[in-house]
């Protein structure tokens, strides 16, 4: 011990503070380079794939109608804004009337398949077949049902999205650990205090994950019911611009929709930040040992 | 040394403010019915730290939770001050081995769920969380979130969540059991400060023999599965107790005592 105290260098000039000075500047080069590439990589890629797509088209001649260069799908894009602004309006009043509906619709039903266990048996085998039924399919019926207005895009959109919402809904109120529930009723807190303080609070980051998926279902069943049946829509633009050999304009109305689904995302996403602030699901969980 | 004593002996204490007679509880399991407590009287007198100690599975948390008022023993019954239980009981302060803190509420937030819960006048009942807590050493960490806080911290919150309502009986179930050992050292020192003050009736859970010894005025000792009262051992150590206090011959004695009591039982096994 002696002998390494020895052979250590005793210069007091050389303290603590260099080192650690010198490991928050390397932590901190780490970081930024870090942050960079998550920019970079990615912006990389994509820039790499329209540039071999944009060459390809042009080195081999690819005809407009079977696959545009990104350049000229660009160009239509700003051409037909107000044609593709008008319909994506359209489309994104049904996504959002859809996904309301199955927030409206999913929530409660959630809730009494959670509250009922008969409830739950009775009406889980239904709701899975809506689920495993093709949705195209019931389309046709749909607008015969319900004509060719909003409604029917509403529903069959309602119909894909609604199903996460009712299955993520009550898998989280369902999780919950049984102390937590111990503690709100030996605190004294009756079954609805317990559940809006206890219960619901913590079902929120698993409803949540139930409707990102829901709104990008949303997005899905609106097109599809404009495809069956539409005069409006971002949809129906895509079969209008198909029948006229448009790949352009096909291409462009993809763009719009890709965007619009992104953008409703991360509409979603904020709403989940601002109800669930410290959006931190705590590490000590299911760890519990009874003796 | 105290012989075993037939359970009967200890029902019904003189002055005993939690009293549980001839507590049995089952489980029904898909394997059949298990039993994991059986035949336990218990009487714990007011303002006494309690103890039940012994090995894992042996019931004392079941017991706890029949204690109270969770759980519905399967047969006897459980009294306070005379009056048999048969609600959960709200006049207790209850602290779990994980912290089972609300992650979406600050330290200061899972105390006052507490008072919230009770009704208490908020900005007093806020002005006592923040004492509680600045007890216990957290002071400057009452808006921290249970995720910032240290395993050790967030038993501390638990804690002071359960004294906020000055409670006439603290009921811990393993409350150290996932702390590293300097931590548990801690809290059991905290733990023992804050029962001399308030000397509330406390029935603590516990594995670990040099803990029960330190905390306890009476430490009950389980069997093994199924739980019942294997012996009631009185602690004379003087108060408060020292750290220095677990070096001398008279702790060692007890712990002894436990402990060939647990190799007696076959809990423990010397090769």
Not at chain 1, 121 to 128: C, I, N, Q, T
Not at chain 2, 124 to 144: M, T, Y
Not at chain 2, 167 to 179: C, I, K, R, S, V
Request: aromatic residues 8%; glycine residues 8%.
């Amino acid at each position: 011990m002696a002998e390494a105290e020895r052979s250590l260098p005793r210069s007091p000039a050389v303290g603590v503070a260099e080192p650690e000075a010198s490991t928050e500047r390397s932590r901190a080069r780490r970081e930024w380079r870090v942050r960079i590439r998550n920019v970079l990589y990615p912006v990389g890629v994509v820039l790499g794939v329209l540039v071999i797509w944009e060459a390809g088209t042009r080195m081999l001649a690819v005809p407009a109608f079977l696959l545009p260069p990104p350049s000229a799908i660009a160009v239509s894009f700003i051409a037909n804004a107000p044609l593709l602004l008008f319909h994506g309006w359209i489309t994104t009043a049904e996504i959002l009337l859809g996904f309301a509906l199955s927030i409206v619709v999913g929530i409660p039903l959630a809730l009494a398949i959670f509250l009922s266990p008969t409830f739950s048996r009775s009406v889980l085998p239904l709701l899975v077949s809506s689920q495993a039924m093709p949705k195209v399919a019931v389309a046709p019926l749909f607008l015969v049902w319900f004509g060719f207005g909003l409604l029917p895009k509403v529903l069959i959109a309602f119909l894909i999205a609604f199903f996460p919402v009712v299955i993520s809904t009550a898998v989280g109120l369902a999780s919950i650990e049984p102390e937590k529930i111990y503690l709100a009723r030996s605190m004294g807190f009756g079954a609805t205090a317990t559940f809006f303080k206890f219960r619901l609070p913590n079902a929120l980051p698993a409803i949540f994950g139930g409707l990102k998926i829901s709104i990008t279902l949303a997005v899905v069943g609106a097109v599809v019911g404009e495809f069956v049946g539409g005069d409006v829509g971002l949809g129906y633009l895509l079969m209008v611009a198909n029948g006229s050999m448009d790949t352009r304009l096909l291409f462009a109305g993809i763009v719009a929709l890709t965007v619009l689904g992104v953008v409703l995302f991360l509409l979603v996403e904020l709403a989940e930040r601002l109800a669930i602030p410290r959006h931190i699901i705590a590490g000590d969980r299911g760890v519990h040992e009874t003796a | 040394m105290t012989q075993t004593k037939p359970p009967s002996s200890e029902t019904n204490a003189e002055g005993a403010y939690l009293c549980l007679q001839g507590v049995s509880k089952v489980y029904a399991t898909h394997d059949g019915p298990v039993r994991a407590l059986e035949q336990v009287s218990v009487g714990a007198r007011r303002g006494e730290f309690l103890s039940v100690l012994g090995p894992s599975g042996c019931g004392k948390s079941t017991l706890l939770m029949i204690a109270a008022g969770l759980l519905r023993p399967s047969n006897g019954a459980v009294s306070i001050d005379g009056a048999v239980v048969t609600r959960p009981r709200t006049d207790i302060g209850i602290v779990f081995q994980s912290p089972v803190l609300l992650e979406w509420r600050t330290a200061l937030g899972n105390v006052m769920l507490q008072a919230e819960a009770k009704k208490l006048e908020r900005t007093a009942a806020k002005r006592r969380a923040r004492d509680l807590l600045g007890a216990v050493g957290l002071s400057g960490f009452e808006d921290k979130y249970p995720h910032e806080l240290s395993g050790g911290m967030r038993q501390r919150v638990s804690l002071c969540r359960a004294l906020i309502h000055d409670p006439n009986q603290l009921l811990m179930d393993e409350p150290f059991g996932a702390l590293d050992a300097l931590t548990r050292d801690q809290l059991v020192l905290d733990l023992q400060q804050i029962w001399n003050q308030r000397r509330m009736t406390v029935l603590f859970v516990t594995h670990s023999v040099p803990e029960a010894v330190f905390l306890s005025d009476r430490i009950m000792v389980m069997t093994p599965r199924p739980g019942r009262l294997d012996r009631m051992i009185d602690i004379e150590l003087p108060r408060p107790r020292t750290l220095a206090m677990r070096e001398t011959p008279e702790f060692a004695a007890y712990i002894r005592e436990i402990l060939d009591l647990f190799l007696a039982r076959g809990v423990l096994r010397e090769h």
